[in-house]
Antibody, heavy 116, light 107 residues
Framework: EVQLVQSGVEVKKPGESLKISCKGSGYSFTSYWIGWVRQMPGKGLEWMGIIYPGDSDTRYSPSFQGQVTISADKSISTAYLQWSSLKASDTAMYYC?????????WGQGTLVTVSS | EIVLTQSPGTLSLSPGERATLSCRASQSVGSSYVAWYQQKPGQAPRLLIYGASSRAAGIPDRFSGSGSGTDFTLTISRLEPEDFAVYYCHHYGSSWTFGQGTKVEIK
């Protein structure tokens, strides 16, 4: 069974760093693109970037380029999304998702709250 | 950068009625990499349609997708109570973009 399992809820202060994770199982992790998607409270889906774990080819949305870093460790089938300095406006639900036929599998989401 | 515009923003319908949701791209995107998702409160999106018109595994046949180029449509032939949700179109080529969503609410 294909699964993407994300790390848990995070509560951080502005200026802190953060790295959240997405672990894939039940399929060849290196053969499928993984994307990260932001959903701010009460709002729609926003694409942040995608990574191909097989060779770490990474592409960012212009809106998120320079704001976050996407990486992957294929040895443990895990993709990451990280921030070096969080802002209150980073408060959102973050989803990872696999691009198969369509974006067919989604993680359960990681809720990030940034508040002083 | 491709922009996807969905209409209407909200669709108020009764169970049993037909729902027609529209998604327009700012430039031609072919049809191979257009998908539709359903999202309910507190849940991750669920894939309904990929490649503009192919139903994902386990999706009832009351859901259908069509279109190519710049205009795409998701049709729900007869709304069931569980279909009231937010629907997003998505282009998932070498970069991704989502429409802003259409909420299908109970009239």
């Amino acid at each position: 069974e294909v699964q993407l399992v994300q790390s848990g809820v995070e509560v951080k202060k502005p200026g802190e760093s953060l790295k959240i994770s997405c672990k894939g199982s039940g399929y060849s992790f290196t053969s499928y693109w993984i994307g990260w998607v932001r959903q701010m409270p009460g709002k729609g889906l926003e694409w942040m970037g995608i990574i191909y774990p097989g060779d770490s080819d990474t592409r960012y949305s212009p809106s998120f380029q320079g704001q976050v870093t996407i990486s992957a460790d294929k040895s443990i089938s895990t993709a990451y999304l990280q921030w070096s300095s969080l802002k209150a406006s980073d408060t959102a639900m973050y989803y990872c998702a696999r691009r198969g036929t369509g974006v067919d599998y989604w993680g359960q989401g990681t809720l990030v709250t940034v508040s002083s | 950068e491709i922009v996807l515009t969905q209409s209407p923003g909200t669709l108020s319908l009764s169970p049993g009625e037909r729902a027609t949701l529209s998604c327009r791209a700012s430039q031609s995107v072919g049809s191979s990499y257009v998908a539709w998702y359903q999202q309910k409160p507190g849940q991750a999106p669920r894939l309904l349609i990929y490649g503009a018109s192919s139903r994902a595994a386990g999706i009832p046949d009351r859901f259908s997708g069509s279109g190519s180029g710049t205009d795409f449509t998701l049709t729900i032939s007869r709304l069931e109570p569980e279909d009231f949700a937010v629907y997003y179109c998505h282009h998932y080529g070498s970069s991704w973009t989502f429409g802003q969503g259409t909420k299908v609410e109970i009239k």
